[in-house]
Structures are given as C-alpha cells and as structure tokens.
C-alpha cells in the first residue's frame, strides 16, 4: 500500500475530479484557508469532515486514511 499521508490524498482526490482548491472549499461549505489547512496537513479533519470530503470527492475515507489505494468510489 502507498505510503502517502492523509493531506496528500486528499490533494490527490481532488485533483483527480478536476476542481481547484477554492472549488472544494466551496463544495464543501468551507473557507479557502480551511480547506486549504487540509490539504497543507495543518489541520486533521474530523471524521464527520472526512466522510464530506470523501463523498464530495468521489472517493472513500478507506482511501483518504491510507486503508485503500483505490481512489474512485465503486457505485452499485
């Protein structure tokens, strides 16, 4: 499994969708700077943050915290 921390797959999982920071920031109801927190690994989202950044992002918290290396969320 990748060794990647949980700010650089959240980076990852954005870039993967095509949106910029600011447009995250906006799906998921937050300031620029705070998302960007995220993504810098100044801040750990909470579980409940993770479980919106995964959804918004089309990806699983499995995958965010490193459990998955499997980025897109397979739909059933």
């Given at each position: 499994?990748?060794?990647q921390s949980l700010s650089?797959?959240?980076k990852?999982?954005?870039?993967?969708i095509g949106i910029t920071k600011a447009e995250a920031a906006r799906r998921l109801n937050l300031s620029k700077i705070g998302y960007?927190?995220?993504e810098y690994g100044e801040r750990t989202?909470?579980?409940q943050t993770l479980?919106?950044?995964a959804r918004c992002f089309n990806t699983s918290i499995?995958?965010?915290t490193g459990?998955?290396?499997d980025i897109m969320l397979m739909i059933s």
């Open positions: 499994m990748n060794e650089e797959r959240i990852i999982a954005r870039e993967n960007c927190r995220y989202p909470s579980i479980e919106v950044i499995d995958y965010l459990k998955s290396d």
